[in-house]
């Protein structure tokens, strides 16, 4: 995948004579492409290519989103703006790129989708190719519904008829999300291998469907599409927490889908980003929310010291969190190197504790993949879906003490009721996927965001770092953005925002 990620710029801005008898030779015309399986795979890898807008899957748009919790604080980015409250339509980039990068990628879809059935190719690969462009166009419807709701629903190749259309319902978004995941899921092939890595696969397709429904409250759907996923035994928790996000170990048994980045063509600047400029600071709400090892909270367990504040805990702090005290590039972390809050974001860069960065490495440069689906949130799907369900059963136990054995904290306690069950798995999620973009949508899909999301936050010395806005009347959605109203007069913008 990394190959082809590599030569997609050349792919679509020229060819040489051998693949395409052109004139031009310089880019590519609706006379001369769309006739060879060249071309098809080109046109399919256009779309993976959308994958790396920066309001989607891109670069550092896990840690922008957890700044809008109160996981993070973020100086100045769009996720403080969210966080504080002030976004609207116009002066958010990722609530209008978003926008335009999602629906970016549904065009070239729908292209593909429409230019396929009149290239000659075997068979097999052209399923496959289909297949693979429907999981994309629902991820990316994916991607606009949990942020705006309701948007028009397009499943033909671009035309200019087509930016005049209405808003469909929530509903009937989601109803071809579903939809476009179980056809894939029908076509793709359990795995690759060799260049094609990267790619969807079958399990990608019932990752994101079981998420999809998930988010929809449809508990009996969501619990199967993850159980489909458990049973076929395509994948297993890494080992490793802190391994599981390492470069080294890119493409390991966990990860399903991620996007692949590949130096010097495709690069982000995580790194530098979540180091030394300490742009995505952890709050200290997040860091007293991990437990102890004991699976006890800091005020309930006896092994919490508050002399040692970090001892003890739930080894997915150190895994996720700089501390001070702690050893970070081969140096200790004193309360001077994250000024922000105290804390630095550990996950997401390429650097390793207790060991010097190599000599000539660009801070700037990381080619590390960004993780967009992996078992440990199917196995997370799967807990709660069965829990809202039917109740915490053996099987939600299970689920859920995979993921405690592998951190090396103590299994969920017998007993518990369904609400109490329900508390520990909206914990164990913030825990498990902290720093990765999904308590941000966690929170407005429980309808919590109102509390978690409003007040004061605070760094390690317990000062205030800001305060937080949540409008429960107005920020469960995004803003509609102002010049996709200004360009169709046919869109309806979300309550509470002016056009």
């Given at each position: 995948?990394?190959?082809?990620?590599?030569?997609?710029?050349?792919?679509?801005?020229?060819?040489?004579?051998?693949?395409?008898?052109?004139?031009?030779?310089?880019?590519?015309t609706?006379?001369?492409?769309?006739?060879?399986?060249?071309?098809?795979?080109?046109?399919?890898?256009?779309?993976?290519?959308?994958?790396?807008?920066?309001?989607?899957?891109?670069?550092?748009?896990?840690?922008?989103?957890?700044g809008?919790?109160?996981?993070i604080?973020?100086?100045?980015?769009?996720?403080?703006?969210?966080?504080?409250?002030?976004h609207?339509?116009?002066?958010?980039?990722?609530?209008?790129?978003?926008?335009?990068?999602?629906?970016?990628?549904?065009?070239?879809?729908?292209?593909?989708?429409?230019?396929?059935?009149?290239?000659?190719?075997?068979?097999?690969?052209?399923?496959?190719?289909?297949?693979?462009?429907?999981f994309?166009?629902?991820?990316?419807?994916?991607?606009?519904?949990?942020?705006?709701?309701?948007?028009?629903?397009?499943?033909?190749?671009?035309?200019?008829?087509?930016?005049?259309?209405?808003?469909?319902?929530?509903?009937e978004?989601?109803?071809?999300?579903?939809?476009?995941?179980?056809?894939?899921?029908?076509?793709?092939?359990?795995?690759?291998?060799?260049?094609?890595?990267?790619?969807?696969?079958a399990?990608a397709?019932?990752?994101?469907?079981?998420?999809?429904l998930?988010?929809?409250?449809?508990?009996?759907?969501a619990?199967?599409a993850?159980?489909?996923?458990?049973?076929?035994?395509?994948?297993?928790?890494?080992?490793?927490?802190?391994g599981?996000?390492?470069?080294e170990?890119?493409?390991?048994?966990?990860?399903?889908?991620?996007?692949?980045?590949?130096?010097?063509?495709?690069t982000?600047?995580?790194?530098?980003?979540?180091?030394?400029?300490?742009?995505?600071?952890p709050?200290?709400?997040?860091?007293?929310?991990?437990?102890?090892?004991?699976?006890?909270t800091?005020?309930?367990?006896?092994?919490?010291?508050?002399?040692?504040?970090?001892?003890?805990?739930?080894?997915?702090?150190?895994a996720?969190?700089?501390?001070?005290?702690?050893?970070?590039?081969g140096?200790?972390v004193?309360?001077?190197?994250?000024?922000?809050?105290?804390?630095?974001?550990?996950?997401?860069?390429?650097?390793?504790?207790?060991?010097?960065?190599?000599?000539?490495?660009?801070?700037?440069?990381?080619?590390?993949?960004?993780i967009?689906?992996?078992?440990?949130?199917?196995?997370?799907?799967?807990?709660?879906?069965?829990n809202?369900?039917?109740?915490?059963?053996?099987?939600?136990?299970?689920?859920?003490?995979?993921?405690?054995?592998?951190?090396?904290?103590?299994?969920?306690?017998?007993?518990?009721?369904?609400?109490?069950?329900?508390?520990?798995?909206?914990?164990?999620?913030?825990?498990?996927?902290?720093?990765?973009?999904?308590?941000?949508?966690?929170?407005?899909?429980?309808?919590t965001?109102e509390?978690?999301?409003?007040?004061?936050?605070?760094?390690?010395?317990?000062?205030?770092?800001?305060?937080?806005?949540?409008?429960?009347?107005?920020?469960?959605?995004?803003?509609?953005?102002?010049?996709?109203?200004?360009?169709?007069?046919?869109?309806?913008?979300?309550?509470?925002?002016?056009?």
């Amino acid at each position: 995948m990394k190959k082809y990620i590599a030569i997609l710029v050349v792919l679509l801005q020229s060819c040489s004579q051998s693949i395409l008898d052109v004139n031009p030779t310089d880019r590519f015309t609706d006379q001369t492409f769309w006739k060879t399986e060249e071309h098809a795979q080109a046109g399919l890898n256009a779309i993976y290519n959308s994958l790396y807008g920066n309001a989607l899957h891109g670069g550092n748009m896990m840690a922008e989103l957890d700044g809008a919790t109160s996981n993070i604080y973020t100086y100045n980015g769009p996720g403080g703006n969210i966080a504080r409250g002030i976004h609207d339509a116009s002066n958010t980039g990722i609530i209008n790129n978003r926008w335009d990068q999602a629906y970016g990628g549904i065009g070239r879809a729908n292209t593909l989708l429409a230019r396929i059935g009149d290239i000659k190719m075997p068979d097999a690969n052209k399923k496959r190719y289909i297949a693979e462009a429907k999981f994309l166009r629902g991820l990316f419807y994916f991607d606009l519904w949990i942020a705006y709701g309701g948007v028009p629903v397009i499943l033909d190749a671009p035309t200019v008829e087509q930016g005049a259309l209405p808003r469909n319902t929530s509903d009937e978004t989601l109803a071809q999300i579903v939809k476009d995941l179980t056809e894939a899921a029908a076509d793709l092939p359990k795995s690759y291998t060799g260049g094609n890595k990267g790619r969807a696969t079958a399990g990608a397709a019932n990752a994101l469907k079981s998420r999809t429904l998930l988010f929809a409250g449809k508990w009996i759907e969501a619990a199967a599409a993850a159980k489909t996923l458990m049973d076929a035994k395509t994948y297993s928790l890494f080992p490793d927490y802190r391994g599981l996000f390492l470069q080294e170990n890119e493409g390991n048994s966990e990860v399903i889908l991620d996007v692949q980045y590949k130096n010097p063509e495709y690069t982000h600047s995580n790194d530098i980003n979540y180091d030394q400029f300490n742009t995505y600071a952890p709050l200290q709400g997040l860091v007293s929310d991990y437990y102890l090892t004991d699976g006890k909270t800091a005020a309930e367990s006896p092994l919490y010291d508050p002399k040692f504040p970090y001892k003890n805990r739930d080894p997915r702090l150190a895994a996720t969190i700089m501390t001070i005290g702690s050893s970070f590039k081969g140096k200790p972390v004193v309360a001077a190197t994250y000024p922000r809050t105290g804390y630095g974001l550990k996950k997401g860069t390429t650097y390793k504790d207790n060991e010097a960065p190599p000599a000539g490495k660009a801070d700037n440069i990381s080619d590390l993949n960004n993780i967009i689906l992996r078992y440990g949130e199917v196995l997370l799907n799967y807990a709660e879906a069965q829990n809202e369900a039917v109740g915490p059963d053996a099987s939600v136990y299970d689920a859920l003490n995979l993921l405690r054995k592998r951190a090396g904290v103590a299994p969920f306690p017998a007993g518990l009721s369904k609400d109490q069950m329900r508390q520990e798995i909206r914990h164990e999620r913030r825990i498990e996927l902290a720093g990765e973009g999904q308590y941000y949508w966690d929170l407005r899909r429980w309808r919590t965001a109102e509390k978690e999301m409003n007040g004061d936050v605070f760094d390690y010395l317990g000062k205030r770092v800001e305060t937080r806005a949540f409008d429960p009347k107005r920020d469960y959605l995004w803003p509609i953005p102002s010049v996709a109203l200004q360009q169709n007069p046919s869109l309806t913008q979300n309550p509470g925002y002016n056009k």
